[in-house]
T-cell receptor, first 114, second 116 residues
Framework: LAKTTQPISMDSYEGQEVNITCSHN???????ITWYQQFPSQGPRFIIQ???TKVTNEVASLFIPADRKSSTLSLPRVSLSDTAVYYC???????????????FGTGTLLAVQP | DADVTQTPRNRITKTGKRIMLECSQT?????MYWYRQDPGLGLRLIYY???????NKGEISDGYSVSRQAQAKFSLSLESAIPNQTALYFC???????????????FGPGTRLTVL
């Protein structure tokens, strides 16, 4: 079971690019890397998922090096509304039993200031 | 996500009481989950169900039971509530019927439970 390590918190200012790195040294061959966002008193929301190299969607980019032992979530030009907790998860998203491998850690609290 | 609803949203109960938290979804998903969240501990999986007849324990199932009454409904029960079950509880769903590359989970708004 791949354990993830993220910074507990990060600070940024509006308009800056924010990069949150997650370490997952024991990632398995079938594991994907998934990021969720959670606002206070709300359930988490899926942001992005990837297996290797780079994935980009309308919200964020995900960079995964060749050894896949870490990944970086990149949020371009953050705003105050991006203040939230960001969770990095590693697991097999497709096959049976996958759910119990999707472990939410403590996440990274991103605080965006004006 | 309005497609996943939880009732009640807030509940205060006393030690020893039985309490049920309910979750309903209109997304048509086959998979449903119950998580609890404690400050500083992230989310932990209590139970999950891949269909009406398939229920599985998660990380922290002791003290909890579940019932999948229909594909759209998944209830979590605390048979005899204790104070350390005070937490924020989330229900989630996902679509396991398609062999898609990702298994995005859709979360409800949460139920804040306080056990005195």
């Amino acid at each position: 079971l791949a354990k993830t390590t993220q910074p507990i918190s990060m600070d940024s200012y509006e308009g800056q690019e924010v990069n949150i790195t997650c370490s997952h040294n024991n990632i398995a061959t079938n594991d994907y890397i998934t990021w969720y966002q959670q606002f206070p008193s709300q359930g988490p929301r899926f942001i992005i998922q990837g297996y290797k190299t780079k994935v980009t969607n309308e919200v964020a980019s995900l960079f995964i090096p060749a050894d896949r032992k870490s990944s970086t979530l990149s949020l371009p030009r953050v705003s105050l509304s991006d203040t939230a907790v960001y969770y990095c998860l590693v697991g097999d998203p497709v096959y049976g039993g996958a759910t119990n491998k999707l472990i939410f850690g403590t996440g990274t609290l991103l605080a965006v200031q004006p | 996500d309005a497609d996943v609803t939880q009732t009640p949203r807030n509940r205060i109960t006393k030690t020893g009481k039985r309490i049920m938290l309910e979750c309903s979804q209109t997304k048509g998903h086959d998979r449903m989950y119950w998580y609890r969240q404690d400050p500083g501990l992230g989310l932990r999986l209590i139970y999950y169900s891949f269909d009406v007849k398939d229920i599985n324990k998660g990380e922290i199932s002791d003290g909890y039971s579940v019932s999948r009454q229909a594909q759209a409904k998944f209830s979590l029960s605390l048979e005899s509530a204790i104070p350390n079950q005070t937490a924020l509880y989330f229900c989630a769903t996902s679509d396991g019927t398609r062999r898609i590359l990702y298994n995005e989970q859709f979360f409800g708004p949460g139920t804040r439970l306080t056990v005195l």
